[in-house]
Every structure is written in structure tokens, then in C-alpha cells.
């Protein structure tokens, strides 16, 4: 079965540091990846995705991840942290094979941006 | 704009008494998945569709009903609801693009509670 691991349930940062969300899945075939926002009192919107081609993903917001099969790992990072980045980051996984395009979720990490 | 469109945002509702949460796309998706989010136990799919009259179940669908007469309108019933079911329920849909998966467009979520 397929699963996500999101390590570390609250991450604080300064405002203008790096920002570095850490994401590990196991899945036995080639996954498509994706990293979600939460804002309080609303829906998940999506921050950026990974099917194929090119490993380095850029998304919204100035947000980008790298998928990287040999650890499992698809971490999402930003240079400078901005108040407004302050939300729920959630990671997920699909995989291709199946009749259910199911997203597994990670359990979330809690990204807190002080000034 | 393109959007996923719950009904109601907000619900408290008594024991046994059934309710209907209601589910609206309009981007043409085939596919379209409610999910629950509850604290430290995260995001779980109750019920999917894969497409009109295609459902099926997910990982926690005991106290769920679903059903797919249309493409754009997929509602969740709770035919006796309990407070175990008190939760923010999220409903998502996606294009499966030609066998790619984009990953969900969600909904702002209703949040239930069952007294």
C-alpha cells in the first residue's frame, strides 16, 4: 500500500529564511506527486505536481520540489519564507496503475512564519 | 471560473437525521472523490466515481452513501448520521486527461458536527 510520511508536524521559520518541507513515499510503482496548501477555514489548493519528465518542479507562490526516485523523496522548498506562506502544507501521492486515482495524504506539516 | 461548489459550508445536525452534502463541478471532470479530514488521522477517501453511474468505495465509506446520475453532481448522503461522522469533509474532482492524472481540484470543505 501506498503511503506518504511528512516529517515534522510544525515547522517555524523567519520570515525571508528557506523554507524546506520534507515529504518521503513508498509506492511500488511510479508515482505522481503532488504538495497542497491549506489556508485556514478553506480547501486544499494545489502548490505544484510531478507526473513525468523533469524532476525539478516549479509551482505557485515561488514553491518548487524535486522528485528524487532513489530516496523516495519529494521535499518542497521556497528561497524566502513570506508571512502569507504561513498554512498547512500537505503531501500526496496517486499512482498510475488502478481504477482508483486515489491521493494518499501525508499528515501535514504546520508551516509558521515569524517576522 | 472553474470550481468545485459544496452545499452547505457549515451543518450541526442531531443524531439520525438524514442529511445530504452536496457536491457540484463545473470543469466537465470524470472523476470526483469525497474525502474527510479529521485531527491527527488527516485525509481519508470515503467514496469515488470514476465516472456517471461508476462509484465505489474508499478507504472508510461505513455510514456513507453516494450516487452519480450526473456528470457534474456527485452528493454525499448521511442516512443516519452519528458523531463519530463529525468531521470537514472535502469534495475533489479531476480530469483524467487521456489515462494522465492532474491531480484534484477541491472544494472549501463543509464542516459537520453531529450532536
Known amino acids: 500500500a501506498q503511503s506518504v510520511t511528512q516529517l515534522g508536524s510544525h515547522v517555524s521559520v523567519s520570515e525571508g529564511a528557506l523554507v524546506l518541507l520534507r515529504c518521503n513515499y513508498s509506492s511500488s510503482v511510479p508515482p505522481y506527486l503532488f504538495w497542497y496548501v491549506q489556508y485556514p477555514n478553506q480547501g486544499l489548493q494545489l502548490l505544484l505536481k510531478y507526473t513525468t519528465g523533469a524532476t525539478l518542479v516549479k509551482g505557485i507562490n515561488g514553491f518548487e520540489a524535486e522528485f528524487k526516485k532513489s530516496e523516495t523523496s519529494f521535499h518542497l522548498t521556497k528561497p524566502s519564507a513570506h508571512m502569507s506562506d504561513a498554512a498547512e502544507y500537505f503531501c500526496?501521492?496517486?499512482?498510475?496503475?488502478?481504477?482508483?486515482?486515489?491521493?494518499?495524504f501525508g499528515k501535514g506539516t504546520l508551516l509558521t512564519v515569524n517576522p | 471560473e472553474a470550481q468545485v461548489t459544496q452545499n452547505p459550508r457549515y451543518l450541526i445536525t442531531v443524531t439520525g437525521k438524514k442529511l445530504t452534502v452536496t457536491c457540484s463541478q463545473n470543469?466537465?471532470?470524470?472523476?470526483m472523490s469525497w474525502y474527510r479530514q479529521d485531527p491527527g488521522l488527516g485525509l481519508r477517501q470515503i467514496y469515488y466515481?470514476?465516472?456517471?453511474?461508476?462509484?465505489d468505495k474508499g478507504d472508510v465509506p461505513e455510514g456513507y452513501k453516494v450516487s452519480r446520475k450526473e456528470k457534474r453532481n456527485f452528493p454525499l448522503i448521511l442516512e443516519s448520521p452519528s458523531p463519530n461522522q463529525t468531521s470537514l469533509y472535502f469534495c475533489?474532482?479531476?480530469?483524467?486527461?487521456?489515462?494522465?492524472?492532474?491531480?484534484?481540484?477541491f472544494g472549501s470543505g463543509t464542516r459537520l458536527t453531529v450532536v
Open positions: 475533489a474532482s479531476s480530469s483524467l486527461g487521456r489515462g494522465e492524472f492532474r491531480g484534484y481540484t
Open positions: 470543469m466537465n471532470h470524470e472523476y
Open positions: 500526496a501521492v496517486s499512482y498510475s496503475g488502478g481504477s482508483n486515482y486515489k491521493l494518499t
Open positions: 466515481s470514476m465516472n456517471v453511474e461508476v462509484t
